[in-house]
């Protein structure tokens, strides 16, 4: 909504509708959840991780959060082998002293997470909007170990941050200057040519037909219609 008035000094107020600050919160919610692995993992290569925000609701001085923690794992199998030693246990001065292989999966997993922030001032109605959502700290601990020295699961546990803020409509009030207005400027009539004649550019002038005289179908007025030449 923009309404314009007029003041005195050549300037105009300008009312703008635009989002006011109510106030900016954070939270933090710690995710914890035991993550299955499709087969025996030998090593976890990576993991990725992302973090999704499905709704932000405004309360009486307050926001909930809802969202979810994507997880997806990159790890390595072992379907041939064994469980290479751990450091520090001597095998054999030299040449290879165990090999293992196999494929390497993944598996996603979506972990829900709910948090608030306390916002004062905040009410129903109010827009809220997610300005930051992160992972600050994770940890992952492979668990359910087999006899052959792999894992079957993984214990996963982070630490989520999550900023937001809240807004309402406003109506602000700006003053501008009022830009002059320049009149047109003079016809310029300096080389047009008198009526009767035809201009060749760039510039000479040649005698035009007779006015009244009929050229085709076309009749140059004033005059009465002749015939065709």
Known sequence: MTTLMPIQGGQQEVQVEVPVLVGSGQARSLVCTTIPLPSPALEV??????????????????????????????FKTLTAGTVPPKPGVFTACS?????????????????????FITIPGARPGDTCTVLQAVVEGESEEPANVTTHGTFTTLVDKSLVLVCAKVTRPGVVTVTTPVAPVEPCPPAITSGVPQSGNVV????????????????????VFPGPQAPGV
């Open 45 to 74: 290569k990576d993991i990725r991780k992302k973090v999704i925000i499905d709704s932000c609701k405004v309360i009486p001085d307050r926001v909930i959060i809802d969202g979810r923690l994507r997880k997806d794992v990159n």
């Open 95 to 115: 040449g290879i002293v165990n090999t293992a292989s196999g494929a390497v999966l993944h598996t996603t997993v979506d972990v829900a997470f709910n948090l």
């Open 200 to 219: 060749t550019f760039p510039g000479s002038a040649v005698p035009g037909p007779t006015v009244g005289t009929a050229i085709g179908p076309t009749v």
